[in-house]
């Protein structure tokens, strides 16, 4: 139990000259194939020698996420959750000169009773299409879902919903339907065209406690909420970073988390499923379990991602609309930065910033951003129309 047996099958491959295979760690074994098999270190070097070849090896799926007990891939009798990933290595391909790109299917052989969800499109063969952006060899992305398990598929705003949840897992199901049904409509005004699918991961333990994004999917532990105690919604933090058409570099991660996690607060508001004084308690709960006199462009401390990074977006927002007597806010520098896509860096941000608010912010970035001191009160109350 807790093995995957992977087997590739290639045909029509003399374009091919060798393909190179970077195994995430020793969890992979009995690697065998046709042609030339070199490994050095954790890297294969395959010559498949032919236009037919095969390749098989065997993969342990549990694998600990540090720190602590839990896994971001595991299996059981009735259910595995783990994500492609884990079961295909980065892959390199040395083409010959002047070929077409490759076609790849990915086939299920399961335990009778058992079914698969995945973030591929479903042919009516029983296969998924594997299709890998920009890559001319494709392999499968995205989380995976296999077993004895349910699957809901709803469509919001042209975005494909399936929700795969594995037995065990208490996941309110119609609820996080509802919340998506007034968030994503929300969400395409800010990031665009949403992926052509999205599939999410419910499963209990012994699974991470807490949410993991991939590649149009992401995972998140079936015991937490649709709304946590902060009062954010965890299921619109993973689906703004599988949605966001831009990926953050190492100082733009700051902006990233706290974009993913202001808007798991700001949408439910705005679509009405927040009351103002709920918004406002939410808002003082980045402040208090923030991390402030911290750079957040080097920090990696959760509470200043997870907390002050927000809230000074909050602040950003306000800011905004206030020099610009409210006919702009931070979502028009969001818009902005997915037209854009590309890499996301503080220097992006504030041009974007800039942009929407038609003056110079470098000096709040000064204060907030890089001193890390926390924003005024005074805006979360005018903000919410409430006081104290």
Partial sequence: MGL??????????????????????????????????VWHGRTLVWTPGG??????????????????????????????????????????????????????????????GWHSATALAALPDGTYLVEEPGKRFDRPRGWLLLGRIARYRHTIAGLEVTVA?????????????????????????????????????????????????????????????????????????ELFHVWQPFHPSADGRWVSEGLAEYYSLALPYRAGRL????????????????????????????????????????????????VTDGHRCLDDAVRSLAHEGGTLTTASFLRAINQAAGRDFTPLFRRHVYRGEPPPERAREDDAGVGH
């Fill in 165 to 237: 949840v594995a037995p065990g897992s208490p996941l309110d199901v119609r609820g996080l339907f509802r919340l998506y049904g007034k968030t994503i409509p929300l969400l395409v005004g800010i990031l665009g065209a949403p992926p052509p699918r999205l599939l999410i991961v419910s499963a209990p333990d012994p699974m991470w406690h807490g949410g993991l994004s991939g590649e149009d999917s992401f995972f998140v532990h079936g015991r937490i909420p649709i709304r946590s105690p902060d009062k954010t919604c965890s299921y619109l933090h």
């Fill in 275 to 322: 009351s103002p004084q709920t918004f406002v308690r939410g808002l003082a709960l980045f402040e208090r379990y923030g991390r402030w006199g911290s750079d957040l462009t080097r920090t990696r401390v959760p509470a200043a991602l997870n907390n002050s990074a927000p809230l000074v977006m909050h602040w950003l927002d306000h800011e905004i609309r206030r």
């Fill in 4 to 37: 995957a047996h992977v087997h590739w099958l290639l045909a029509g491959i003399d374009e091919i000259a060798a393909f190179r295979l970077v195994f995430r760690d020793d969890r992979t074994t009995d690697v065998r194939g046709t042609g030339r098999l």
């Fill in 51 to 112: 236009p037919y070849a095969h390749l098989r090896y065997t993969v342990a799926i549990n694998r600990q996420r540090p720190p602590g007990t839990h896994f971001d891939s595991y299996a059981t009798p009735d259910w595995i959750a783990t994500r492609a990933l884990h079961l295909f290595p980065e892959i390199n391909v040395r083409f010959r000169t002047g070929v077409a790109a490759a076609r790849a299917r990915l086939r299920f052989r399961l335990p009778r």
